[in-house]
């Protein structure tokens, strides 16, 4: 079992006090965003195995079939297939989507093929991987997730009283379900900028005055003024979620992080397509060909409670699995299964893993095929793969 020390990421839209708070420690002023555990090139945890600390990702490639077990290794590859994260967002983050694997794969050959650098800002693809993920809210956490029915938003935008948002309200009104919402969405990103910053800033005046419904987009103007991305979320359906309740975010399915703190768990991708609320590059056409156009709810999940006490959130993918231990002081030691790799997460009060104690924001690292008992009192989270 080893002990996990992590990097936090200082992205602009990060809280500046919550990642502190479950960490124990000073803020330093600087927006703190994100906590990666795991093995993401990008920003691997160390461990120390007696010769100083060293990235995870390495540990993992000198011997994969060791620290993965064989079966995930030859499954997924020579690298941990899941990336566990604290996020903690002090402002929105971007409105986005996702690929999925045949399009993640299609999209990074095509620029490795070009030659477009892997960290040009208007490259879309890090790498060949999908990026489904879940979101578990630790404080409420609120967030837009999917498309609402044409209607909804037909409403909620002709209830604004702009004039210029007229013909969205007749686009959604006069095509079928997906067509409308392909149209509205290609006319937002494609209208020239200058008139839709005056139609944006008049939506954002009648969203202040009127709140309620509308208090969220007002927010969203208020970060990102002129913004088209801020009409496109109001085609979103706006969720709040309330601590241990979740959201699974699949590919194609428009989203938006808007506020709270929460454990995010993903497959081991960094590819993003943005819609908007963002300064950088939107690729308008390759989004169009990412985004699912169909009407969902959020489909809200909760835990499933088994025999053990391990309480499951369900998920349709094997990169990863999430799960949460709600310990109590004087309980019979938990016994975690071991047949694959996985991290586990203190949120809340102490906990012990084998020969570690973790105290809260702390986590660990077991190997496959290692086993331990879990015991203290407090909260948990346990990531790993299915196998």
């Given at each position: 079992?080893?002990?996990?020390?992590?990097?936090?990421?200082?992205?602009a839209?990060?809280?500046?006090?919550?990642?502190p708070e479950?960490?124990g420690t000073e803020p330093?002023g600087?927006?703190?965003?994100?906590?990666?555990?795991?093995a993401h090139?990008g920003?691997?945890?160390r461990?120390?195995?007696g010769?100083?600390?060293?990235?995870?990702?390495?540990?993992?490639?000198?011997?994969?079939?060791?620290?993965l077990?064989?079966?995930?290794?030859?499954?997924f590859?020579p690298?941990?297939?899941?990336?566990?994260?604290?996020?903690a967002a002090?402002a929105?983050l971007?409105?986005?989507?996702?690929?999925?694997?045949?399009?993640?794969?299609?999209?990074y050959?095509?620029?490795?093929?070009?030659?477009v650098?892997?960290?040009?800002?208007?490259?879309?693809?890090?790498d060949?991987?999908h990026?489904?993920?879940?979101?578990?809210?630790l404080?409420?956490?609120?967030?837009?997730c999917?498309?609402?029915?044409?209607?909804?938003?037909?409403?909620?935008?002709?209830g604004l009283?702009?004039?210029?948002?007229?013909?969205?309200?007749?686009?959604?009104?006069?095509?079928?379900e997906?067509?409308?919402?392909?149209?509205?969405?290609?006319a937002?990103?494609?209208?020239d900028?200058?008139g839709?910053?005056?139609?944006?800033?008049?939506?954002?005046?009648?969203?202040e005055?009127?709140?309620?419904?509308?208090?969220p987009?007002?927010?969203?103007?208020?970060?990102y003024?002129?913004?088209?991305?801020v009409?496109a979320?109001?085609?979103?359906n706006?969720?709040?979620?309330?601590?241990?309740?979740?959201?699974y975010?699949?590919?194609?399915?428009?989203h938006?992080?808007?506020?709270?703190?929460?454990?995010?768990i993903?497959?081991?991708?960094?590819?993003?397509?943005?819609?908007?609320?963002?300064?950088?590059?939107?690729?308008?056409p390759e989004?169009?060909?990412?985004v699912?156009f169909e009407?969902?709810?959020?489909?809200?999940?909760?835990?499933?409670?088994?025999e053990?006490g391990?309480?499951?959130?369900?998920?349709?993918?094997?990169?990863?699995?999430l799960?949460r231990?709600d310990?109590?002081?004087?309980?019979?030691?938990?016994?975690?299964?071991?047949?694959?790799?996985?991290?586990?997460?203190?949120?809340?009060?102490t906990?012990?893993?084998?020969?570690?104690?973790?105290k809260q924001?702390e986590?660990?690292?077991?190997?496959?095929?290692?086993?331990?008992?879990?015991?203290?009192?407090?909260?948990?989270?346990?990531?790993?793969?299915?196998?």
């Open positions: 079992m080893d002990r996990l020390v992590n990097t936090v990421r200082p992205y839209w990060g809280s500046t006090t919550a990642i479950l960490l330093t600087e927006p703190q965003a994100e906590m990666w555990m795991g090139p920003a691997p945890s461990v120390d195995r010769a100083g600390l060293v990235p995870l990702s390495e540990v993992i490639g000198d011997d994969p079939d060791a620290e077990g064989a079966a995930v290794a030859r499954r590859g690298r941990l297939p899941f990336l566990l994260k604290i996020l002090g929105p971007s409105l986005q989507v996702h690929p999925d694997l045949v399009q993640a794969r299609e999209g050959e095509d620029e490795e093929r070009r030659g650098p892997v960290d040009a800002p208007h490259r879309n693809y890090k060949a991987n990026k489904p993920e879940l979101i578990c809210a404080t409420p956490f609120e967030g837009l999917g498309f609402r029915a044409p209607a909804e938003s037909a409403e909620l935008l002709a009283g702009v004039d210029p948002l007229v013909p969205y309200v007749d686009l959604l009104h006069a095509h079928p997906d067509a409308a919402l392909r149209e509205v969405l290609t937002l990103l494609t209208a900028r200058e839709t910053a005056h139609t944006v800033a008049a939506a954002a005046a009648a969203a005055r009127l709140g309620g419904a509308y208090a987009y007002a927010a969203l103007a208020h970060h003024p002129g913004d088209p991305g009409i979320a109001m085609l979103l706006h969720v709040v979620l309330q601590p241990g309740e979740a959201l975010l699949g590919a194609g399915v428009p938006a992080y808007l506020g709270g703190l929460g454990v995010e993903m497959a081991n991708s960094d590819n993003v397509l943005r819609c908007g609320l963002t300064p950088k590059h939107v690729d308008v989004l169009l060909r990412v699912r009407a969902s709810q959020p489909g809200v999940l909760r835990p499933e409670a088994s053990s391990e309480e499951v959130y369900d998920t349709p993918v094997d990169e990863f699995r799960s231990y310990l109590a002081a004087g309980a019979a030691p938990v016994a975690l299964p071991g047949a694959a790799p996985q991290i586990l997460l203190c949120t809340s009060g906990a012990r893993v084998g020969q570690l104690l973790l924001g986590s660990a690292f077991a190997a496959a095929g290692e086993k331990a008992e879990l015991s203290g009192s407090g909260t948990v989270f346990r990531a790993t793969v299915v196998v």
